[in-house]
């Protein structure tokens, strides 16, 4: 079944591949595949995501608040990613808000967003959060479905053009718990 862990060595190579699939669609561009390839320097990588989040070391603003990067994954298969934003600045409430998500493109449109959604928020609740702010681009309605099987509720649109959903972190129960690692292709490899 899958799982939100810490990022870690267990999924170095697959993390690479989902790498490279990202780069396949000009994404995620400002990390290159031969500079984390080596184990060594993929945990230093690692362990300086974690400290960021921590202790807002980042070299963003929108990247100082307090936050946590989770990594949705089925064994050592890496899945998707989670950023939890624990507080919100300027920036985040019109762009990012608390949860930002994604899955690797092999691996979508097999219920992991939703399930990886539903997790984040039971992980945001235990994390402090009460309601998380969730948004994404009008046109974005694999998005906008995702964010309203998990009880998103649209309140307005920012001033950036992004929808803005409000989800309540104390969910008893929703996807992910029937979700089965066996199902998806990504969790069979």
């Not at 989902?18 to 990588?45: K, N, R, S």
């Not at 997790?119 to 402090?128: H, K, P, T, Y």
Request: glycine letters at 8%.
């Amino acid at each position: 079944m899958p799982q939100l862990v810490v990022p870690s060595l267990r999924a170095h190579r697959s993390f690479l591949d989902a790498l490279g699939e990202y780069h396949a669609e000009g994404l995620h561009q400002d990390l290159a595949v031969e500079d984390i390839d080596e184990p060594a320097a993929f945990h230093a990588w690692v362990e300086q995501l974690r400290a960021a989040g921590l202790d807002g070391t980042a070299d963003f603003d929108r990247d100082r608040v307090p936050h946590r990067i989770m990594w949705w994954v089925c064994g050592e298969d890496y899945i998707g990613r989670v950023r939890i934003n624990l507080e919100l600045n300027n920036e985040l409430l019109d762009f990012g808000g608390n949860v930002g998500y994604d899955i690797r493109p092999s691996a979508r449109r097999q219920g992991h967003a939703t399930a990886l959604l539903t997790a984040s928020l039971r992980e945001a609740g235990s994390l402090g959060l009460k309601l998380a702010l969730l948004t994404c681009a009008p046109d974005n309605v694999a998005s906008r479905k995702v964010i309203e099987r998990n009880g998103g509720v649209l309140r307005d649109t920012s001033r950036a053009g992004r929808l803005r959903y409000w989800c309540a972190t104390t969910q008893q129960s929703g996807p992910s718990d029937a979700f089965s690692c066996t199902a998806p292709r990504r969790c069979a490899t």
